[in-house]
């Protein structure tokens, strides 16, 4: 009986390895200040790309001038393995198997990548409404799943109301927009998720250590981990 019951509860954690991944929402800035730079971020595409395995969903969220007002889910799939392949077979002892499966995973893994340069060849716009792009990846969050916020974005938030590079953000100014934001239910429930920002660049250096202190706060507020904060990623996501 024993034994029964623990082939059961091997047999239940294959399962929910399987049949669970994680929920990644990619936001991408769509700005003209943003993306004439996207060469420079090749790589750490390849690495969010190749961090994304079978099973895993992924959203992709356009940060352009009304994030929010004119929501931008471009894509929302499943990595899957089409159903005639059954993934409780050990590849290890099936080498054409293992070399199928790879095949699958680098095709989608392809096409996500050319989505993500797609966006960030086309034409840029005027502001960028981050928080409004927070506001909708908050929307898009699973319970009981590992969720991963990745935004590729300088973090300049150009709204009408919000403009990062004109205001000068002071302690006094970051805390004054941070209960403002507060106070308009705009700092987004983050709870648990992983957020890797990538993309960070200002005109000199005291704007971007203070964008960066906004945002440290901010995350902060949205009970979210802050896992990568800089120009490349620095850091695993598995």
Not at 125 to 153: H, P, R
Not at 221 to 230: D, E, G, P, T, V
Request: proline content about 3%; some cysteine; charged content about 25%.
């Amino acid at each position: 009986m024993k034994k029964l019951i623990l082939i059961l509860t091997i047999l239940l954690s294959a399962c929910a390895k399987v049949n669970k991944g994680f929920n990644f929402i990619i936001l991408v800035d769509q700005s003209k200040s943003f993306t004439p730079f996207f060469s420079k971020y090749t790589n750490s595409i390849d690495k969010v790309v190749n961090a994304i395995g079978f099973y895993d969903t992924v959203s992709i969220i356009s940060i352009n001038s009304f994030s929010e007002i004119e929501p931008a889910v471009l894509s929302k799939y499943t990595f899957k393995l089409p159903p005639e392949i059954d993934p409780f077979i050990d590849q290890q002892d099936n080498y054409f198997l293992k070399e199928k499966i790879d095949s699958i995973l680098n095709a989608q893994r392809k096409f996500l990548k050319e989505k993500i340069i797609k966006m960030l060849n086309a034409e840029g716009t005027n502001y960028t409404d981050i928080f409004g792009a927070l506001k909708i990846a908050e929307k898009l969050l699973v319970n009981n799943t590992k969720n991963i916020i990745i935004i590729f974005s300088d973090m300049l938030n150009e709204s009408h109301n919000l403009n990062f590079r004109k205001i000068n953000l002071t302690d006094s100014k970051i805390n004054d927009i941070i209960t403002s934001l507060k106070s308009k239910d705009y700092i987004p429930d983050l709870t648990g998720s992983d957020v890797y920002v990538i993309g960070i660049r200002a005109d000199n250096p005291t704007r971007l250590k203070q964008v960066e202190k906004f945002w440290r706060l901010y995350f902060g507020y949205a009970n979210a981990n802050l896992k990568n904060y800089s120009a490349d990623l620095l850091v695993g996501i598995r």
